[in-house]
T-cell receptor
Framework: KNQVEQSPQSLIILEGKNCTLQCNYTVSPFSNLRWYKQDTGRGPVSLTIMTFSENTKSNGRYTATLDADTKQSSLHITASQLSDSASYICVVSGDTGTASKLTFGTGTRLQVTL | KAGVTQTPRYLIKTRGQQVTLSCSPISGHRSVSWYQQTPGQGLQFLFEYFSETQRNKGNFPGRFSGRQFSNSRSEMNVSTLELGDSALYLC????????????????FGPGTRLTVL
């Protein structure tokens, strides 16, 4: 069964600190991996999309890495800000990339405090 | 360019009632997908439409149905509501249907929060 597991489930950090969120998946075959940010009461917003051949991609203070051999990805947030408080969802796409082939993790809830 | 819009944003219904949710995709996008999001399960795929045709359906009972209109707007309907249907229903649009060779970036709407009492 295709699965995406994220850790930790929740995380509290001080403003200005860095943090790393983890995503392990068992989806096969693999097309791409996406990280989304979801603010409370809002829809998810795409941060990065990585295909099999990409092992790192950045979007401002967000850097995602992908190890397709170990089926692991991480999202690193640098110099966190209060606005980074949100849920971060890892999504892995099967071979066709259609919506029905997306497997979603349950997310990591990040809270950035003063 | 306006994003994906969903109406209504909040809805309260009682068990046994039915509900219709609406989604307007980004202009020019022809593919619309629907998801149910609950705290314990995360996002679960409901349907995917492209050019008024349902391309895929998730593992949900027949009480959940949907359609897409010629202007790409989409609606989903849930009949005979149950307490467990309480969730955030998200709609996402993309420019085209995905192919084996390309991925398809989705843009999500803000969701409709449905509460069933």
């Amino acid at each position: 069964k295709n699965q995406v597991e994220q850790s930790p489930q929740s995380l509290i950090i001080l403003e200005g600190k860095n943090c790393t969120l983890q995503c392990n998946y068992t989806v096969s075959p693999f097309s791409n991996l996406r990280w989304y940010k979801q603010d409370t009461g809002r829809g998810p917003v795409s941060l990065t999309i990585m295909t099999f051949s990409e092992n790192t991609k950045s979007n401002g203070r967000y850097t995602a890495t992908l190890d397709a051999d170990t089926k692991q990805s991480s999202l690193h947030i640098t110099a966190s800000q209060l606005s980074d408080s949100a849920s971060y969802i890892c999504v892995v796409s099967g071979d066709t990339g259609t919506a029905s082939k997306l497997t979603f993790g349950t997310g990591t809830r990040l809270q950035v405090t003063l | 360019k306006a994003g994906v819009t969903q109406t209504p944003r909040y809805l309260i219904k009682t068990r046994g009632q039915q509900v219709t949710l609406s989604c307007s995709p980004i202009s020019g996008h022809r593919s619309v997908s629907w998801y149910q999001q609950t705290p314990g399960q995360g996002l679960q795929f409901l349907f995917e439409y492209f050019s008024e045709t349902q391309r895929n359906k998730g593992n949900f009972p027949g009480r959940f149905s949907g359609r897409q209109f010629s202007n790409s707007r989409s609606e989903m309907n849930v009949s005979t509501l149950e307490l467990g249907d309480s969730a955030l229903y998200l709609c996402a649009s993309s420019r085209r249907a995905a192919t084996r060779q390309s991925y398809n970036e989705q843009f999500f709407g803000p969701g409709t929060r449905l509460t069933v009492l």
